[in-house]
Nanobody
Framework: QVQLVESGGGLAQAGGSLRLSCAAS????????MGWFRQAPGKEREFVAA????????YYADSVKGRFTISRDNAKSTVYLQMNSLKPDDTAVYYC????????????????????WGQGTQVTVSS
């Protein structure tokens, strides 16, 4: 059983920054690609970013490209999401998840390829 625990959410002003962390249990973290999704009130869950198991390949949604950075530390079984230049539209619950499919931009952007999910962390950006 894999557990994912997000942290680092909170309240930020527009233009500010937050860094989310996702700590994973289990000894196989370094073998899996990981992703971040978010869900705003009344909206469907949407893809934010994904990173390969080795950390050498990443993929971002257009809405966050150039502002967010996904990274990982396999020694700590943790994946991060650095969020800069935050906008009110970034307000959502952010979830990390483990990816089980074959890596490709189309596939990693779909929630269908993910099996374990964290409980989420709230990010609120004020204007």
């Amino acid at each position: 059983q894999v557990q994912l625990v997000e942290s680092g959410g909170g309240l930020a002003q527009a233009g500010g920054s937050l860094r989310l962390s996702c700590a994973a249990s289990g000894r196989t973290f370094s073998s899996y690609d990981m992703g971040w999704f978010r869900q705003a009130p009344g909206k469907e869950r949407e893809f934010v970013a994904a990173i390969r198991w080795s950390g050498d390949n990443t993929y971002y949604a257009d809405s966050v490209k150039g502002r967010f950075t996904i990274s990982r530390d396999n020694a700590k079984s943790t994946v991060y999401l650095q969020m800069n230049s935050l906008k009110p539209d970034d307000t959502a619950v952010y979830y990390c998840s483990r990816y089980r499919g074959r890596w490709s931009p189309v596939r990693v952007a779909s929630a269908d390829g993910y099996d374990y999910w964290g409980q989420g962390t709230q990010v609120t950006v004020s204007s």
